[in-house]
Structures are given as structure tokens and as C-alpha cells.
């Protein structure tokens, strides 16, 4: 009876090994971190009815970043409030994040709430190879075309 229980256990075992050992370099090699932060922009248009073509500089402060600058060139359809855009996020030290997403706004009279849904594609410095996602929440002054707001997302590098 022993020896009935003890092969399957001893096969188990041997089984739960050989795939630590597989699989945990994969995990180890792969760094996840929390970005979190605030940013503060301005952006200049240029319409051409129904788009409108926005460049966005901003600066601001955020986790495993530190400060930054953001630039963003967008491609927003006027009537459904819908855009596509490309971003570059620079770190103080010169490290960049590559961003591509969409961007979608909720329209009054004085204010636009842009909520940004962007995928990092690449980086280069110590983000080089960066994946992950990030979104960008900020509500835009439409007289002045100033923004205030947050980002937050996840920074998955190799």
C-alpha cells in the first residue's frame, strides 16, 4: 500500500519542481510598476471642420517617473468628440515612453473632460522595451486651452 501512495506523491513533487524551475525565470525577468501622477498642459488647435488637430504640451510629476514632460498630437473628430493619438512621455533623465491610444471628451460651454486611454507601444532609455497601459483624466479650460489633471497606468518592463 505504501508503495502506491509514495510513486504518485514522488511524481507530484518532482512535477511542481520542474515547473518552478521553468517558469519562474519567465516571471523574474518581467517588472511591473504603478505609474501614478498629476499633469498640468496646454494645447494649441488647428480645425479644419469636422477635425480638429490638437498638439498638447504638458509637465508634471508622477511614481517610478518622476517629473516629466508630455507631448501628444491628436486627431479629434468634432462631432462625436473621438480621438486618436500619439504621445511621448520624457522622463527628467531623458527616458522616453511611446504611447498610441484614443481620447474621448464630454463637451460644455467653459470645459472639455478629456479621459485619454493610451497603450504604451516602446521606450528608450531605462523604459526601453516598456509596455503597459496608461490613462490621462484632465478637464480643459476652453477660453484658455490650459488642462489640469491625473494619470495613472502600469509601466511592464523586460
Known sequence: MKKKFLFPTIALLLLIVLA??????????????????????????????????????????????????????????????????????????????????????????HFAWVTETLTITDGTGRFAGATGNVTIERVVDRSTRLSSGTISGTIVLP
Open 20 to 109: 518552478s524551475i521553468t517558469f519562474a525565470p519567465l516571471a523574474a525577468r518581467e517588472r511591473q510598476f504603478h505609474l501614478k501622477g498629476s499633469l498640468e498642459a496646454s494645447e494649441t488647435h488647428d480645425v479644419v471642420f469636422p477635425i480638429n488637430h490638437i498638439n498638447l504640451t504638458g509637465t508634471g510629476q508622477a511614481t517610478h517617473v518622476g517629473r516629466y514632460t508630455y507631448l501628444m498630437q491628436a486627431v479629434l473628430h468634432i462631432p462625436t468628440s473621438t480621438a486618436t493619438q500619439s504621445a511621448t512621455l520624457t522622463a527628467a533623465d531623458g527616458s522616453t515612453l511611446i504611447l498610441e491610444g484614443t481620447g474621448q471628451a464630454v463637451v460644455d460651454d
